[in-house]
């Protein structure tokens, strides 16, 4: 197994293995990435062949701290230079023009790159071995199947990815379970482009008014594609005051749903799989990839889901959950 506790020895360990060139899958504060020298374009290259990710789709480049920004960016919008002020390290990437050496593998051929400084310890102890060892960013996505459920915990990480990365390091589950926040920057004004662990007050705070939403002209993101973060089996989410009476309707069929509930709390005879989740945001988000998870594990005929509250605390949650059910599909290879 290549699973290693996060220990100085280890963490060294990681950050040679990473200048030769190997990959190496770390926790963040929001979900495990699959980590590359992110100068390195055979390595960059090996995370696309190991997630199964289409070329055409950027990864972040992953940095010890703002200050290393000019080396990848060639202008920073004042603000970008603002978000990264208030918020790094920290759940938040920015998508800034892409300088002149930067490998096209890590942009997908756009001409930006997204960057952004993690708090995880554990994050910012590999950047700094990295850094001690002549490295300048380490190249990330999520560190699961393109397409997929997002990984939270290093175990998740192991039954995706195990055998294609040379080393994981365990930091325990992810402290807010969702990806960071990412933000874009044109003649406009700041644009967001996936909703993301950093909340838009916190944003619209800073940034003085809320950043306007992604539209036609925003660049691609495969966390923007309709169908991603999606369990095998279909997924479909249902609203709270019709939970129980989908349910029912499913057991009279004699079906076998699995159910993530949130307000609705489970009938007395209700056999299958039940997940109550936590009734917060931030509760649900740490939770939520492991119990997407559980539930594609049970093998139910379909997952049904308690649509949450409309408001924006429960907007990144909202978002995840309708890529979830547009993905899923009863494929099980
Ligand atoms: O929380 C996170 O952001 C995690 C951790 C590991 O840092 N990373 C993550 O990476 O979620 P990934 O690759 O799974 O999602 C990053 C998203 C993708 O949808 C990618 O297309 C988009 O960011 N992206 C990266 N660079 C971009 C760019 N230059 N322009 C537009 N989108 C970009
Ligand atoms: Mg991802």
Same mark, same amino acid.
């Given at each position: 197994m290549n699973l290693h506790a996060p220990t100085p020895e280890s963490i060294e360990r990681a950050a040679d293995l990473l200048r030769r060139?190997?990959?190496v899958a770390f926790p963040t504060e929001t979900v495990y990435g699959l980590g590359a020298d992110a100068t390195n374009r055979d390595a960059v290259a090996r995370i696309f062949a190991a997630k199964g990710r289409p070329a055409d789709h950027p990864v972040i480049v992953h940095l010890a701290a703002a200050d290393a920004l000019p080396q990848w960016a060639r202008a920073v919008?004042?603000?970008?230079r603002r978000l990264a002020? =208030? %918020?790094?390290?920290?759940?938040?990437t920015l998508i800034l023009p892409r300088g002149p050496a930067v490998e096209g593998i890590v942009t997908g051929g756009q001409d930006s790159v997204g960057l952004r400084v993690p708090a995880h310890p554990v994050a910012q102890a590999l950047l700094a071995a990295f850094a001690r060892r002549g490295g300048a960013g380490i190249a990330a996505p999520s560190a699961n199947r393109f397409g997929r459920i997002s990984p939270t915990t290093a175990a998740h990480v192991a039954t995706d990815l195990g055998d294609a990365v040379a080393?994981?390091?365990d930091g325990g589950a992810c402290a807010l379970g969702i990806e960071s926040t990412i933000v =874009? %920057?044109?003649?406009?004004g700041p644009m967001l482009l996936r909703p993301g662990s950093l909340g838009i007050d916190a944003l619209t705070r800073v940034l003085g008014r809320a950043p306007r939403s992604a539209d036609a002209s925003a660049p691609r993101a495969s966390g923007t594609l309709t169908a991603h973060y999606a369990p095998h089996t279909r997924t479909q989410l249902i609203a709270a005051a019709s939970l129980l009476s989908e349910v029912r309707q499913r057991l009279e069929r004699d079906e076998d749903p699995a159910v993530l509930a949130r307000g609705v709390a489970r009938?007395?005879?209700f056999a299958g799989t039940w997940i109550g989740a936590p009734s917060d945001p931030p509760g649900y988000a740490h939770e939520l990839y492991a119990n997407l998870r559980r539930l594609d594990a049970a093998r139910a005929d379909e997952i049904l889901i308690e649509a949450l509250p409309n408001d924006d605390a429960w907007l990144a949650l909202r978002d995840r959950l309708a890529r979830a059910a547009a993905g899923s599909d009863d494929d099980r290879d």
């Open positions: 060139g190997e990959l919008p004042d603000a970008a002020a =208030a %918020f790094w390290p920290g759940p938040l080393m994981i390091l =874009a %920057f044109d003649d406009d009938p007395g005879d």
